[in-house]
């Protein structure tokens, strides 16, 4: 395996912030670095121990997606190199890893999409057979796809804190009613053209996030990652079997070590052990040429 990189340092650049997996750094009044280390978070705690080259697998995926949804909505990508904006001795820390994108002003919300009953959603649903105030049919099983995509938001929550799960009323109170419209709109859409393409080459999508971000104009775009194994969850479909937790492209193995390890989910974390580094790390590189090989 490559040297992993958990934190990036750039002097040449002023770092604005450091979330669970992305540096973000600014450029100038227009643009900033957004630099996708390999940490890796679990139950919202940032990890001790990095994914080799996780950074460069979500930020492969995150451009494919983002060139296979431009056509239905704009996105913060610019263009520019990222080896064009840092120095030298800094571009290791940059090629294949960073993106340059515009600045924008992010909206308080995570667009969630649900397209199948699992995690947080399933939990809900045995309990109130809706999610996120939206009602659904009785006798849904684990794993089963809704009748049709859902959008269930949550907050943004800061590092090592908890996103909650809010109703469309309460995003409109964040958002205003029509932002609001149009983010639940924007989101389905991806979504669905997102798990349309996906399906085609053996993958389900069953849930994602979407963040969205506004210019000047008010004009909603697609921002920070998109549709990776780290804000989604990918399914392979010859394992599909409704009823079952399937198997995922994801850091499910990681999750599934931290339950069994008896951790109390609090700070800091374990170090993982080479063997669930390794089993992580190929997940998400299958996930990577499942997606974009057909291209």
């Avoid at 100038?28 to 670095?33: E, T």
């Avoid at 790390?281 to 090989?293: C, D, G, N, Q």
């Amino acid at each position: 395996m490559t040297d992993a990189l958990a934190e990036s340092r750039i002097p040449s650049l002023q770092l604005l912030s450091r979330g669970k997996v992305r540096d973000l750094y600014a450029i100038d009044d227009k643009r900033l670095l957004m630099v996708a280390t390999d940490r890796l978070s679990a139950f919202d705690v940032i990890l001790p121990t990095p994914i080799p080259d996780k950074g460069k697998m979500l930020t492969e995926i995150s451009l494919f997606w983002f060139a296979q949804l431009a056509h239905l909505i704009p996105n913060h990508l610019t263009g520019d190199a990222p080896e064009s904006v840092v120095r030298p001795d800094e571009i290791s820390q940059v090629s294949g890893r960073a993106l340059v994108v515009k600045r924008l002003r992010p909206l308080p919300v995570e667009a969630v999409v649900r397209g199948y009953l699992v995690g947080s959603g399933w939990k809900e649903y045995r309990t109130s057979r809706s999610i996120c105030g939206i009602d659904l049919p009785d006798g849904l099983k684990l794993a089963d796809r809704l009748p049709e995509p859902i959008f269930t938001p949550s907050t943004k929550a800061a590092v090592g804190e908890h996103d909650e799960n809010i109703d469309f009323a309460q995003t409109c109170r964040l958002l205003g009613n029509d932002m609001a419209a149009r983010v639940r709109d924007a989101s389905l859409k991806l979504y669905q053209t997102a798990a349309e393409l996906a399906l085609a080459r053996g993958i389900i999508i069953a849930d994602t996030k979407f963040e969205f971000g506004l210019d000047d104009q008010n004009q909603l775009h697609l921002i920070d990652e998109v549709l990776t194994p780290d804000s989604s969850r990918f399914w392979p479909l010859a394992q599909y079997v409704p009823g079952e937790n399937p198997p995922s492209f994801d850091k499910q193995f990681v999750r599934d070590w931290l339950e069994a390890s008896g951790w109390n989910k609090q700070p800091p974390a374990p170090t993982l052990p080479d063997d669930i580094i390794a089993r992580t790390s190929a997940k998400y590189r299958e996930a990577v040429r499942i997606l974009t090989s057909a291209t």
